[in-house]
């Protein structure tokens, strides 16, 4: 599937910014130990085997991206990484003492922004590290989910998702960090209220290795207790029912379920986690509140 295209992209992000004079985009050769590394890098981690074959590329071949760095606000014979960290790691272990860079003047709120557009674009972030970058957009410099939207490329409701899963408690966090469950594991246990039961499902997902169907199904009941009457909800659902329900929700981006009542009335429960995500589904279906 053809990734959708960022909002704005880096080239447009550094098009805004001041320094616009040619010699200042030049590359410039720094040394590594004079650059910082970024406060606001959403990326948390770094596998080690994948540094170390970076390093090995670049011993052979050399950097062919150059970092992006400003001036350093408090010390004037140091650089802050803007993005490039793990080129920086690489170029370390490979005992290199130059880097080739790019100086540009960012604000710290741009800081953050391009390495997080830079991040999305390589697909580099897993989804928790990303959802606590857009909650830092939003806490730090009071950028709304419609303003976050529009920097990432990503609908309102895309980071209304992705913020959602912050509310995980966090040992499920940590198990989607490290791929234990999936995104669509963790969608389908924000909708237990119960931590204890959410942990409980969790648990049983990765010892069980559950589909989302089946952990949806147990989610939908809050069974998980008795995982028994779920999973038996889940087969008797009409396999049409179940392929609309999802095929809904991948269009709403929020959790769908369809009650047949006799084969052709029924109701469709649309599911709404704030106001704002009300709102936004509401503008889908261009809904106008007076």
Request: with cysteine.
């Amino acid at each position: 599937m053809k990734r959708k295209a960022l909002g704005r992209g880096l080239s447009v992000l550094l098009a805004d910014m001041p320094n616009e004079k040619k010699e200042q985009r030049e590359i410039r050769e720094i040394s590594v130990d004079d650059i910082h590394f970024n406060q606001y890098q959403p990326r948390t981690f770094f596998d080690d085997d994948s540094l170390l074959e970076l390093a090995e590329s670049i011993q052979q071949h050399g950097i062919l991206q150059p970092l992006l760095v400003r001036s350093h606000p408090e010390f004037s014979d140091r650089f802050q990484l803007i993005a490039g960290e793990r080129r920086l790691r690489a170029a370390k272990i490979a005992e290199q003492k130059t880097i080739p860079c790019i100086l540009l003047e960012a604000e710290e709120a741009q800081m953050l922004e391009i390495a997080l557009i830079e991040n999305i674009q390589r697909s580099d972030l897993n989804p928790v590290e990303e959802a606590r970058a857009f909650k830092q957009l939003s806490d730090r410099f009071s950028l709304t989910q419609e303003e976050i939207a529009q920097r990432v490329g990503k609908s309102r409701e895309a980071i209304a998702n992705s913020l959602r899963l912050l509310n995980l408690p966090p040992s499920v966090l940590k198990s989607l960090e490290n791929t234990e469950i999936s995104i669509g594991h963790a969608k389908a246990l924000l909708s237990i209220k119960d931590a204890n039961q959410l942990e409980e499902l969790a648990n049983r997902v990765i010892r069980e290795g559950l589909t989302v169907r089946q952990t949806e199904a147990c989610a939908r009941e809050e069974t998980v207790s008795n995982p028994e009457n779920s999973e038996k909800e889940f087969k008797e659902k009409d396999l049409h029912i179940r392929d609309l329900e999802f095929s809904i929700e991948e269009t709403l981006q929020t959790k769908v379920n369809i009650k047949m009542k006799g084969k052709k009335k029924g109701i469709i429960e649309v599911h709404f986690y704030d106001f704002e995500h009300l709102e936004g589904l509401l503008r889908k279906w261009n809904v106008k509140l007076s």
